[in-house]
């Protein structure tokens, strides 16, 4: 079965682990941003709910009616997450990082580069879920290639990993957890 991107319904190819913003970066460069339909399509989001979560300030509006690398990246990340977090914590996490979504000032790094990282953690760690010790040992590789602006940023940025990689595995536990119940046949034991 083909993997997908994380937060998206695109294919994951070999060559996009090191840097997965490579694989959705065609799209916004054939476009010159996306519209609404097209970013529902690349993320399977209904657009009311994308336009729900740029009114209450979690993404920023998109110009001319086009979704552009910010506001695509932050949309993926909110996706990335929300299977097993509340919104608004994902929205105060993302602030937690990278502050006001419409002032870019007063960011740690990029949404885009914080996809392409977590996805890094997230395929490194595939095969450990729910392991606590070595996820943190991925994200602490992960950030120690980061020139962070200060020691305090480059430690909001790992804890800030950790909880999104764990929300991700939570997810997909879930998922799991659901595939794995939807095999019983309560009504042949007479329990249901």
């Not at 509340?86 to 000032?105: F, H, P, R, T």
């Amino acid at each position: 079965m083909q993997k997908k991107l994380p937060g998206t319904l695109v294919d994951m190819a070999e060559e996009h682990t090191e840097n997965p913003f490579n694989a959705i970066a065609p799209l916004l460069t054939a476009t010159g941003g996306l519209t609404l339909a097209q970013v529902s399509e690349v993320t399977g989001i209904e657009p009311t709910t994308i336009q729900n979560w740029i009114k209450r300030g979690w993404v920023a509006s998109p110009q001319a009616k086009r979704y552009g690398e910010a506001q695509l990246m932050r949309i993926i990340l909110i996706n990335m997450l929300r299977g097993s977090m509340q919104l608004d914590a994902i929205a105060e996490l993302m602030a937690y990082i990278n502050g006001s979504v419409e002032d870019k000032s007063d960011d740690i790094l990029s949404d885009r580069e914080l996809f392409s990282r977590l996805c890094r953690v997230i395929l490194r760690a595939d095969e450990h879920i729910g392991d606590l010790g070595v996820l943190c040992q991925i994200v602490s590789e992960e950030v120690r290639t980061f020139q962070a602006p200060s020691r305090e940023c480059g430690e909001k940025l790992k804890e800030a990993l950790l909880i999104m990689a764990l929300v991700y595995q939570s997810t997909q536990l879930k998922e799991l957890a659901m595939q794995e119940y939807a095999k019983i046949d309560c009504s042949s034991r007479g329990v249901c």
